[in-house]
T-cell receptor
Framework: GENVGLHLPTLSVQEGDNSIINCAYS??????FIWYKQESGKGPQFIIDIRSNMDKRQGQRVTVLLNKTVKHLSLQIAATQPGDSAVYFCAENIAAAGNKLTFGGGTRVLVKP | DAGVTQSPTHLIKTRGQQVTLRCSPKSGHDTVSWYQQALGQGPQFIFQ???????QRGNFPDRFSGHQFPNYSSELNVNALLLGDSALYLCASSLYPTRGYNEQFFGPGTRLTVL
């Protein structure tokens, strides 16, 4: 299968623990921030997004936090499961620039049983 | 409901050759974007098609071109292939972002290897 995480920072997490994945973004004009999950051999899969006028949004087992002061985005995964093992990317979008996504470098999450 | 599909899955070419990659968007979507993902990196935006026209373009040379058909499917063409074009090419579909953002759904990608 496809290995998209050869040289990425890696987060090792014990099954059942919470995971926190961090991302620094570059453009203060970004309107939306999106987290994607990419498993080996697959394309990126949407997890959750947050608009720039919000600082927190929750989904199923996931929470995204946005700190515009320091241009920082985080994804928290509760009760991490083996199926959460993947590479996670943050992406940003500027409404005035259309639907073009600018991706960060990614973090590999390894869940230990 | 079929998601985004891409063909072929894998492709091997030699330097100087030309390649065409294909994408069928998710049912109901009218906009197709293409991204290049080098090994170990995040995807990089190549261009976006809507109503059979290129609407936006990233920082890629003219060797990269595309097309969108009336049924919303799309092709990515790369001419004069270089070794550095080896990557996973991803297609993403969405509804046209009238307000600047709509969720994009990605296909599984085409792995291009240039020898």
């Amino acid at each position: 299968g496809e290995n998209v995480g050869l040289h990425l920072p890696t987060l090792s997490v014990q099954e059942g623990d919470n995971s926190i994945i961090n991302c620094a973004y570059s453009n203060s004009a970004s309107d939306y921030f999106i987290w994607y999950k990419q498993e080996s051999g697959k394309g990126p899969q949407f997890i959750i997004d947050i608009r720039s006028n919000m600082d927190k949004r929750q989904g199923q087992r996931v929470t995204v936090l946005l700190n515009k002061t320091v241009k920082h985005l985080s994804l928290q995964i509760a009760a991490t499961q083996p199926g959460d093992s993947a590479v996670y990317f943050c992406a940003e979008n500027i409404a005035a620039a259309g639907n073009k996504l600018t991706f960060g470098g990614g973090t590999r999450v390894l869940v230990k049983p | 409901d079929a998601g985004v599909t891409q063909s072929p899955t894998h492709l091997i070419k030699t330097r100087g050759q030309q390649v065409t990659l294909r994408c069928s968007p998710k049912s109901g979507h009218d906009t197709v974007s293409w991204y290049q993902q080098a090994l170990g990196q995040g995807p990089q935006f190549i261009f976006q098609y809507y109503e059979e026209e290129e609407r936006q373009r990233g920082n890629f040379p003219d060797r990269f071109s595309g097309h969108q058909f009336p049924n919303y499917s799309s092709e990515l063409n790369v001419n004069a292939l270089l070794l550095g074009d080896s990557a996973l090419y991803l297609c993403a579909s969405s509804l046209y972002p009238t307000r600047g953002y709509n969720e994009q759904f990605f296909g599984p990608g085409t792995r291009l290897t240039v020898l």
